[in-house]
């Protein structure tokens, strides 16, 4: 039975182009595309994916390049016999001249070759079984990621049928508000004009008008609360302020829909749904994640095979052309190379050994962090459950009262019309009008009220078991 129901049009600002008809569904598709909290949640999964395809990049050796200019403040030729023969032999074959002295050469000549460039490259490689292990915690990583953005997209669907349907019962309750005001209003001209024919009692008169008076303001809120539950629906969906909205929906379910919710069965849903909840999942992930933590520190213990590379080339003399003539004396020894080396090293690290260690206490907590999450996640498990019974609960409470607050609608609108033709007709007093007004109210707001709660029920189901409805409610 369909009381509370249509399409209506919510409109912002005159001459705006308003979104195209919204279902719920398309309201759900439009929150996915634009909403900015999925978007970025989406570029921590896109990070995470990236980690995860070149997760082999952790075996990759630590490579560093780098140059350095210097000017030495002194230059001791006498104790660098290499240089030193290099720059004798040097000029005496460019300038046919005598053996030149260490002492005099440094008190003319020694300016340029102050000067020194060199280079140096550096790599180390090291491979352990941690090294392995972190390339799985990228994996797990991922994995995790995955899991938190999909229950985010998840979660969005939720709000945003919830805020779709409260926005859709909010305006039928402003049409009930509206709706009384006017009974009001038509009530109290009619009692004044009684009142001036002298057909009726002032205080008829009066108490109407008090009426009429007093339900503006109830209005007013309605209205103020309806702009509200608008605008968090645009946030949802990032729509900007002035676009008018056109929701086309409705609240009532099917009787069959509402007869099978009402004789679901909550222990085949825990059962078949309950590990997949989103949060046992996001706490299973971290349960994963810490338990491979625990395993790196572990690693830790094992040696190390260590292989290293350097090579670090000099220039004496930079910028002497001769510095870099081929067939030079200087030639060879400027590129000669001092330090480089090629190294393999085995490194254990002893200490980790040792009781009370930092090592030995990362991984004690390590282990024990991975307890913890393990019980997080009977914890989540046992939560869920009870959710699931409490969400089926209401449901089944909803698709049962909706039956009866039907009824109890339908009369109040039978009574409601006949009190106000007795009015009319003199046979019935004010006060029984105004009663049967509120009675009428009350019922429109009830069965409103119950039907946003069995939608709000549903969406929050179809979050809390994780699964498409026509799955759960039809599988």
Do not use: C
């Amino acid at each position: 039975m369909n009381k509370i129901a249509g399409t209506f049009v919510i409109a912002l600002a005159l001459g705006a182009s308003p979104v195209s008809a919204l279902t719920v569904d398309d309201a759900v598709k439009q929150a996915r595309e634009n909403n900015l909290g999925l978007q970025a949640a989406d570029l921590t999964l896109e990070q995470k994916a990236d980690e995860k395809t070149y997760s082999y990049n952790k075996l990759y050796p630590p490579l560093s390049v780098g140059t350095t200019l210097a000017r030495l403040n002194n230059l001791n030729l006498e104790t660098d016999t290499f240089l030193w023969d290099g720059i004798e032999k040097s000029l005496a074959g460019a300038n046919n001249l005598h053996a030149v002295s260490a002492s005099s050469f440094t008190s003319n000549f020694t300016s340029d070759y102050n000067w020194l460039w060199s280079l140096n490259l550096k790599a180390q490689w090291v491979l352990s079984p941690a090294v392995f292990r972190s390339i799985t915690q990228t994996l797990l990583d991922y994995q995790g990621a995955k899991v938190t953005r999909d229950a985010a997209a998840s979660k969005l669907d939720r709000d945003v049928r919830k805020a779709f349907y409260q926005l859709i019962a909010l305006h039928e309750a402003t049409d009930v508000f509206q709706a009384q005001l006017k009974v009001a209003e038509d009530r109290w001209k009619q009692a004044k004009a009684n009142f001036d024919a002298g057909l009726g009692s002032e205080i008829n008169a009066l108490q109407a008008q008090v009426s009429y008076a007093n339900k503006k303001p109830v209005l007013d809120e309605q209205k103020v609360n309806e702009d509200s539950a608008r605008a968090g629906f645009k946030i949802l969906l990032n729509l900007p302020d002035d676009v008018p909205l056109n929701l086309e929906g409705t609240l009532d379910l099917p009787p069959e829909v509402r007869q099978v919710l009402a004789n679901i069965d909550v222990d085949a849903l825990v059962k078949r749904y309950l590990d997949g909840r989103w949060d046992v999942e996001q706490t299973m992930a971290a349960v994963d994640s810490l338990k491979n933590v625990a395993k790196i520190q572990s690693d830790s213990l094992w040696p190390a095979l260590i292989f290293g590379f350097t090579m670090d080339p000099s220039v004496q003399a930079p910028f002497l052309a001769s510095t870099w003539t081929p067939g030079s004396t200087l030639y060879p020894y400027n590129f000669s190379q001092t330090n480089g080396a090629f190294s393999m090293t085995l490194n254990w690290q002893l200490d980790s050994f040792f009781p009370g260690s930092t090592t030995a206490l990362g991984i004690t907590g390590a282990d024990r962090q991975a307890q913890a999450a393990e019980l997080n996640a009977q914890q989540a498990r046992r939560a869920g459950e009870e959710d699931i019974r409490t969400l089926v609960g209401r449901l089944k409470k909803s698709a049962v009262a909706l039956d009866s607050l039907a009824v109890s609608l339908e009369l109040a609108q039978k009574s409601a019309k006949l009190t106000a033709n007795g009015f009319q007709a003199g046979t019935q007093s004010y006060t029984d009008a105004q009663d049967a007004d509120l009675q009428l109210q009350t019922a429109h707001l009830q069965y409103l009220n119950e039907e946003l709660a069995l939608q709000s029920a549903l969406a929050d189901l179809d979050y809390a078991l994780a699964a498409d409805r026509k799955e759960w409610l039809h599988g």
